[in-house]
């Protein structure tokens, strides 16, 4: 599509099915990014489709310049386009009824909140965006923007800016809110609710006492499962999607043909019907994240550390090979599949095939570099639990070991060992400091020893697995004596004997 072609608007003719127009803006979101525009807010056109009324979106990106300004230029409109093998379908939620960049005005975030016309706000603002410790799963009190946010001043983070928002609608009557995580985290809910409680209790002398107390009358943190793979946008994308819609779309979202929300019914100012995009409403929401974030993340974050290991750039690809695809069935089967429960009416031999279609989907093209992100705040949210109850049960989790030994071979490389432009192009706020450890560890024993160990990195019970923490370093050496595929035979044996031992 040429730079002249006009701009995806409202009256833009060919847009793919008529559009919703909220009456007003119910949902203020944190975190503009490409998941939620994917997700939510397609089970929000669904909702406003279904049932009308004032459900707009008000979305906030963190720092993103870039989107806001494109938003704002097409009408708030943008496609998302459902890639499956062989066919790509284009729809336009058109839920958003503004957008602001938070880093820009942070007072407006906060009066939004505070605004009783406002009665959700949903985040999707990462593993990373909580601002708490690893080890200790509290509020952050090192973290330099928190400190400030305690002090005073338009708050920053996005716990500061929901306990400060909290303040100021209790301030102003207190009309009912919930707050939404739609993060993969476990029980997402709760643990957001804990952190803001945590950042209220900090001010000084009663200051949070008046939200505190508004907290426990009026605001609910339901919890929630979300689950939709979406790899970053592409130039490519950019101009077939533009084609097709003969209107240039400059935020396009792909997206997988799955997708699934499954969330706790407690909406203390109401809630759009998302049931009528699909989303499930129910009690087992703990049970819905668990078997997700372990089956599919956790399993997602093996695939993506040996993918590039390997040399290879996407999940598709890193899939398709045997030996990975091994691995993948060898930690869901005996390590992940043990530590959860499956929620009612689940079939979970259905969701574990269709995990290796989703993971297969080559169209899609999502990069192992993406899901290798972050994995310093991700992986403590998938591997530590499951491992722990192997452990306990005196079995060794050697694919959740492989899954570390790869994540560590990829960000902190012992000296000489290189893991290839894939490992490099993985972002974490952690890279510095692992990469400093690696430098002067003498070998894998030792560097798993300080990140495990010393720093707990995955908290403070496995930090004290000595066990486990050897089995990491074996496994980090053989990947840089022998190569991935040796460590990857190494642990899938060792897991099958294992899995034979306990059987027998
Ligand atoms: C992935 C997730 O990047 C990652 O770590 O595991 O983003 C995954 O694609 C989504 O959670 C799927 O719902």
Not at 47 to 67: H, P, Q, T, Y
């Amino acid at each position: 599509m040429s730079i002249g072609a006009p701009v995806l608007r409202r009256s833009t003719p060919a847009t793919a099915a008529p559009l919703v127009t909220p009456t007003g803006a119910g949902i203020l979101h944190l975190g503009l990014g490409s998941f939620h525009r994917a997700h939510q807010a397609v089970y929000t056109a669904a909702a406003l489709a279904a049932d009308g009324g004032d459900w707009g979106i008000v979305g906030v990106a963190s720092r993103s310049r870039s989107i806001v300004e494109a938003l704002h230029a097409q009408d708030f409109l943008y496609s998302v386009a459902t890639i499956a093998p062989g066919s790509t379908s284009l729809a336009i939620p058109g839920v958003h009824t503004d957008a602001f960049v938070g880093a820009d005005q942070p007072e407006r975030v906060i009066a939004q909140i505070a605004d009783p016309a406002i009665r959700i706000v949903t985040l999707t603002v990462t593993e990373n965006g909580y601002s708490y410790s690893p080890a200790t799963q509290r509020l952050d009190l090192d973290d330099a923007t928190v400190r400030a946010d305690l002090h005073g001043g338009p708050a920053r983070s996005t716990v500061g800016q929901l306990a400060r928002g909290l303040q100021a609608r209790a301030a102003a009557g207190g009309t009912p809110i919930a707050v939404l995580s739609c993060d993969n985290l476990a029980s997402n809910g709760a643990h957001t609710e804990k952190l803001v409680r945590e950042f209220l209790h900090e001010l000084p002398g009663s200051e949070g006492a008046e939200a505190l107390a508004f907290l426990d009358r009026s605001v609910s943190f339901p919890s929630s499962m979300v689950d939709r793979i979406v790899p970053a946008t592409t130039t490519e994308l950019r101009s077939r999607v533009s084609a097709l819609l003969e209107a240039r779309d400059d935020v396009p979202v792909p997206a997988e043909p799955f997708t699934m929300w499954a969330i706790e019914d407690r909406f203390a100012g109401g809630r759009p019907a998302w049931e009528a995009g699909g989303a499930v409403f129910t009690d087992e929401v703990g049970r819905y994240e668990q078997m997700k974030v372990r089956l599919l993340n956790g399993t997602h974050s093996l695939i993506a550390y040996l993918g590039a290991l390997r040399g290879v750039g996407t999940i598709p690809d890193a899939i398709g090979l045997d030996a990975i695809e091994n691995a993948a069935r060898a930690v869901l089967r005996d390590e992940y599949e043990p530590s959860i429960e499956v929620p009612s009416g689940v079939d979970i031999r259905a969701y574990e095939s269709e995990l290796f279609e989703r993971w297969a989907n080559s169209a899609l093209g999502h990069r192992t570099s993406q899901v290798g992100t972050d994995g310093s705040v991700k992986l403590r949210q998938r591997i530590p639990e499951p491992a722990l109850l192997a452990l306990g049960k005196g079995a060794m989790p050697h694919l959740i070991a492989l899954t570390v030994a790869g994540y560590l071979s990829c960000l902190a490389p012992l000296p000489g060992f290189d893991p290839g432009a894939h490992a490099a192009a993985m972002t974490d706020g952690a890279r510095e400091r692992l990469a400093g450890l690696a430098a002067t560890a003498r070998d894998g024993r030792e560097l798993a020893r300080r990140v495990i160990g010393e720093l707990h990195l995955f908290g403070d019970e496995l930090g004290a697995q000595d066990a486990f923490i050897a089995r990491v370093g074996e496994l980090i050496d053989t990947i840089r004596r022998h190569g991935v595929d040796a460590a990857i035979t190494d642990a899938v044996s060792a897991s099958s004997t294992i899995t034979k031992e306990l059987q027998s």
